[in-house]
């Protein structure tokens, strides 16, 4: 995210200079709408105020943890269930847990290997691609305890990714210019967009699809970013 607050989210990169590797991705990682449907329903989006009232830094008192997987055995959890999905030749253990695999980050373009345990899981996390502060301020903070672990643990807002670029991006808007749990304003710009500019058209275009998918608002310069990007991804 930008550091400077009066900058805007800055369209793609259309420049001759070196971008990361970008083959492999993870098929989860491609929105599932085009840009051009991701660009007409981000025109309709409507916008309100974030209500960040009541947010708990705590992930798990609003939006539950991972719930079990029922299909790994029952006994493995939603994080497994991304590593399997995410993850290049995953290998499982005999509770259906992962235990390793090999893995392309969408947000870095990194090759990466994983391997489970106490020092080396969190090198690979799994994202909530709109994060769950963002979307309880944009309309989850009045729906039901079940709504929002619902929301959670949807396959569809989740994506595995490199632990340090999971970490950067926090909760995907550049809160007060400084990331963060500090609050929106409407002055304070811009969405957070991975440093894989391979990926940053795909990424927009789900981040359009999930808030749509939950009917969820955005802020009113929020839209207008979102509409700006996907016009310059929509002529590439």
């Known amino acids: 995210p930008s ?4 900058t805007q ?3 793609p990169d259309t420049t001759t200079q070196p971008t990361p590797n970008t083959s492999g991705l993870p098929a989860a990682a491609a ?3 085009s840009i051009a449907d991701a660009l007409t329903t981000a025109q309709a989006m409507p916008t309100a105020k974030p209500h960040t009232t009541g947010y708990k830094a705590n992930r798990d008192t609003l939006f539950g943890g991972w719930a079990n997987s029922p ?8 994080r497994d269930q991304i590593l399997k999905r995410d993850l290049t030749n995953p290998v499982l253990n005999s509770q259906c847990q992962v235990t390793s695999g090999t893995f392309t980050d969408p947000y870095t373009g990194q090759h990466m290997t994983f391997k489970r ?3 080396t899981s969190s090198l690979i996390q799994i994202d909530h691609v709109v994060a769950v502060y963002d979307a309880y301020a944009s309309g989850l ?4 305890q079940q709504e929002r672990e619902t929301y959670a643990n949807d396959p569809d807002v989740l994506l595995a990714s490199q632990g340090k670029a999971n970490m950067v991006k926090s909760e995907g808007i550049n809160l007060n210019g400084k990331g963060g749990r500090n609050g929106w304003t409407q002055s304070t710009p811009s969405i957070w967009l991975p440093d894989n500019r391979g990926y940053q058209c795909d990424y927009m275009a789900k981040r359009v699809h999930i808030k749509h998918k939950y009917n969820l608002t955005m802020s ?3 839209k207008d970013e979102t509409i700006a990007f996907l016009t310059q991804c929509a002529t590439q």
């Not at 550091?3 to 009066?6: G, Q």
């Not at 790994?72 to 939603?78: E, P, S, V, Y």
């Not at 903070?141 to 039901?144: A, L, Q």
């Open 9 to 11: 989210t800055p369209p």
């Open 3 to 6: 550091a400077n607050p009066t």
């Open 117 to 119: 345990g106490k020092d």
């Open 220 to 222: 009113a310069w929020e």
């Open 31 to 33: 929105s599932p709408i």
């Open 71 to 78: 299909q790994l055995c029952g006994t493995a959890t939603m």
């Open 141 to 144: 903070w009045n729906r039901s």
